[in-house]
């Protein structure tokens, strides 16, 4: 990213947006539009999303997005993190093709001149047949198929192609209002409504269609839970399209893009049998049994188990009593007379067989178990298998949320559905199986574990939430080192910790390398420089895998928190040399080498050996010292002792020449 | 068993070189008893600082009786050479002079450890200041190069050797 000019943004160094510019007519819920311009192609419309920075993206969405070319989607070329002027902090972008045209519905509760048959077959049926058929070859559910979300592609509405927009700036299925989600999926939290798969964008293309059928919402004005009840008594189809007049061509296509069932939904294959002219008998859903006697639950009757289940969840400390007290099994014995969804509830409560009254835990099972296809429901935590995670991700700063998923790994929740409810998708027993890996870094306190882990393992766009980033935004490995240089070169003296708990799971969690050596180091660190090496360690593994650029000023805080490790080397020369080249290896920005200066094992294992060998020269003075201040004490006796030695060394060589001499002279 | 083997065999092979030197010294002074007396009396000076010399080495002793030993020589070679018998022994040694040569070598040797012992004095006492000097310097130098804790060396070696 770079700065424009006159205040302007600059996004993947081709997108100038313009913060001064909003475009209300595009912003989605949370996220806000504004103008921008390609640079490279002034003549290509574009728009920049600024999308909520507490909700993750859909990064892989994104990429795989650019595959496809399709004239019924709006491009997402490209997302950057910029720094956003007016707020004065770093914030994710995502640039977006922008239409020729305006909205179809430009809000929920609009009214539009109702499609009729044909022109609703052929430009939005096909069409999005067409688009979802390239989705899920890209490998992409859209989940945010709405009649708001479709954009006409030219200023005549009545030919214009219809364009479905971008669907990535917020998690799956978010935005959507209730009335555009399947059942299960309206039951749960917005965030924890999950990826999902082709059925749920099937379902949403049904809704829509039912909408431009209409030419409005046709539940326009219930609340949400009223939606919610309005389809479980009268199933999908008949709660959006009861009062409508469908062309009689056209319900066959409803009922099975609409059918609550995601088994007997509509797939790919069915629609573009139907649109290329195939015709057969209109299948009616099968109702849900009813009881013979309602469940009055929060004052309301409850006639079905799926209806008792989310009446259950919705009035929690009611449902606690109502099971404590045998109300429930009372009416599934004699009003409902399921013998299946009865032993399911018991089964539920044998789990915690010790328990003398009904917890959390319980209450959760029971309602999964009247009701295997809804979400998991506990208190305020409601979310789909494969939303656990997005929930925990989206309102990870609400300390309720983060305590109910402990809860629900630590009881092992996630099995006990998989064992209720076995029509499930082959992916989200691929995700139990990531909980079950999981659960042991989650009961692990240590840093780089714990539910920091959790939340960067399972949500892989989920952005590091790490107190030194509050201004800043980090989703993908590669943001790290730059994050934290940015940092070093603003902040570099008020840094004392480069590695906090969400760091270190964030790279724990994304790298490929495992740091489980390092995390145990920073566990076991006794003092600020314990710390700063396998923290050090940490960011160069991030640096070297995320391939980031150089990071002269960090490694300048990396180096003066490794300056204790300079202790470690006794020669004072080797400690002057390696400072020196630790100001040279820092200028170049790699941590890893930098880290390689400080801890070089083979160095450190020479300067020992000659601290020894120097100590025992030091000693071995001393000794020698100490033998001369006995000499000096002792100086009388030892001379005497010496001249005595010396006297008689020179008496024998006197007296030899004397020998020599007398001999010479007597015999010769 | 074995120790108490070699012990009951070496004490015998002992006594009997010992006795055969005996026997051996004893021949030779019969052979020369006249040569004997001769040293034994210029060399009484010898005898009395062995006597006197406490050291271990008897440096003092050696060397009043290397040169007691020279002074002596002359007139042992006359004694040898020209032959003789017990008068002339007693001849040699009945002369003043004779005596007074003998016994003047052996005062120069006992002179000799007193006079060098103040310039030994002085030699030391600059040797060991020379010495404590580049003791210190060098202990400086490693102190410099490897800090304070190459003094503590010492105390982990001696911890070291008491274990």
């Known amino acids: ?36 311009t390609d640079l490279r192609d002034g003549g290509s419309g574009v728009y920049a999303i600024l999308p909520d920075p507490n909700l993750p993206l ?12 399709n004239v019924n989607l709006l491009h997402t070329p490209t997302w950057d993190v910029v720094h956003w002027p007016t707020e004065g902090r770093r914030r994710p972008v995502i640039i977006v093709e922008r239409p020729k045209g305006q909205r179809l519905f430009a809000t929920p509760d609009a009214r539009i001149d109702p499609f009729r048959e044909e022109p609703l077959v052929r430009r939005l049926l096909q069409p999005m047949a067409v688009l979802i058929e390239e989705l899920t070859y890209a490998g992409v559910v859209h989940r945010n198929i709405r009649a708001e979300n479709l954009y006409f592609d030219g200023t005549e509405i009545d030919r214009a192609p219809i364009m479905l927009g971008e669907c990535v700036s917020a998690p799956g299925g978010y935005r959507q209002p209730i009335v555009y989600e399947t059942i299960e999926c309206g039951m749960a939290h917005p965030a924890g409504r999950g990826e999902g798969s082709v059925a749920n964008d099937f379902y949403a293309l049904g809704v829509t269609a039912a909408f431009l059928l209409a030419g409005r919402n046709p539940l326009a004005g219930l609340s949400d839970e009223a939606v919610i009840a309005e389809k479980l008594s009268k199933g999908s189809f008949g709660a959006l399209l009861n009062s409508a007049r469908i062309p009689s061509a056209l319900i066959e296509v409803f009922r099975g893009l609409l059918n609550d069932d995601a088994a007997d939904r509509w797939s790919l294959e069915q629609l573009q049998m139907w649109l290329g002219g195939r015709r057969g008998t209109p299948k009616q859903q099968i109702r849900p049994s009813k009881a013979s006697r309602p469940l009055e639950i929060g004052g309301h009757p409850y006639l079905t188990a799926r209806s008792v289940a989310e009446a259950l969840s919705r009035h929690w400390d009611e449902a606690l009593n109502l099971v404590q007290a045998g109300t429930v099994d009372d009416w599934l014995r004699r009003g409902l007379a399921d013998e299946d969804r009865i032993e399911a509830v018991n089964n539920a409560k044998e789990i915690d067989e010790g328990a003398e009254t009904i917890n959390d835990t319980t209450l959760t099972r029971i ?36 305590a109910d998923f402990v809860t629900f790994v630590r009881q092992r929740l996630i099995d006990y559905c998989l064992g209720v409810n076995a029509r499930l998708r082959p992916d989200i027993y691929r995700l139990a199986g990531a909980f079950d890996r999981l659960a042991p870094s989650i009961a692990r306190d240590d840093i780089g574990y714990g539910i920091e882990r959790a939340l960067y393992t399972l949500s892989p766009s989920a952005h590091c939430r790490s107190p030194l980033f509050e201004r800043d935004y980090v989703a993908e490995l590669y943001q790290l080192v730059p994050a934290l240089e940015r940092l070093a070169q603003t902040r570099a003296g008020a840094l004392d910790t480069l590695v906090d708990r969400h760091i270190a799971a964030f790279v724990a969690a994304r790298a490929k390398a495992p740091i489980t050596p390092e995390l145990r180091a920073l566990r076991d660190a006794k003092d600020h420089f314990d710390f700063a090496l396998p923290a050090a ?3 160069a593994i991030a640096q070297d895998e995320g391939m980031s650029s150089a990071a002269p000023a960090l490694c300048g805080v990396v180096a003066t928190m490794l300056e204790p490790a300079l202790e470690r080397f006794h020669n004072r020369n080797t400690r002057d040399a390696i400072r020196s080249r630790i100001k040279e290896i820092a200028a170049t920005g790699s941590i890893h080498a930098l880290i390689g200066a400080v801890d070089d ?53 006197i007296a030899t020449v004397a020998v020599l001499v007398t001999i010479l002279v007597k015999l010769i | 068993m074995t120790d108490a083997t070699e012990k009951g065999n070496s004490p015998p092979k002992r006594r009997i070189g010992s006795i055969f030197l005996w026997l051996l010294a004893a021949a030779i002074v019969c052979a020369f008893y006249e040569s004997i007396l001769l040293l034994v009396i210029g060399m009484i000076p010898t005898g009395i600082a062995l006597a006197l010399d ?110």
């Open chain 1, 1 to 36: 990213m770079t700065a424009g000019t006159g205040g302007a943004v600059v996004a993947s160094d081709r997108y100038q947006i313009d913060p001064e510019r909003p475009l209300p007519e595009y912003d989605e819920g949370s996220s806000r539009a504004f103008a921008a």
């Open chain 1, 58 to 69: 859909r990064l892989t969405a994104i990429t795989r997005l650019r595959r496809i070319d």
């Open chain 1, 367 to 402: 309602c999964f178990a009247l009701d295997p296809s809804a979400p998991v429901r506990m208190r305020n935590f409601r979310a789909m298998l494969d939303g656990i995670a997005m929930l925990l991700a989206c309102r990870y700063t609400e300390e309720p949320v983060r």
């Open chain 1, 537 to 539: 360690r940490i960011l």
């Open chain 1, 601 to 653: 094992h083979e160095t450190l294992l020479i300067d020992d050996e000659m601290f020894h060998v120097a100590a025992d020269e030091y000693a071995n003075t001393e000794q020698r010292r100490e033998r001369l201040e006995y000499e000096r004490k002792n100086r009388v006796s030892i001379s005497r002792m010496v001249s005595s030695q010396v006297a008689s060394l020179l008496s024998g060589t």
């Open chain 2, 54 to 163: 406490r050291s271990q080495h008897k440096d003092q002793a050696r060397s009043v009786g290397y040169l007691n030993f020279a002074g002596c020589l002359p007139w042992a070679v006359d004694f040898w050479v020209s032959g003789g018998n017990l008068d002339r022994v007693f001849e040699i040694v009945g002369d003043p002079l004779v005596l007074a040569v003998m016994y003047t070598a052996a005062a120069t040797g006992w002179a000799l450890c007193f006079i060098l012992r103040p310039f030994v004095a002085a030699y030391l006492a600059v040797a060991v200041d020379y010495r404590e000097g580049q003791i210190k310097k060098r202990q400086d130098e490693l102190v410099a190069e490897w800090g304070e804790e190459v003094r503590d060396g010492i105390a982990e070696s001696a911890e070291a050797e008491a274990d």
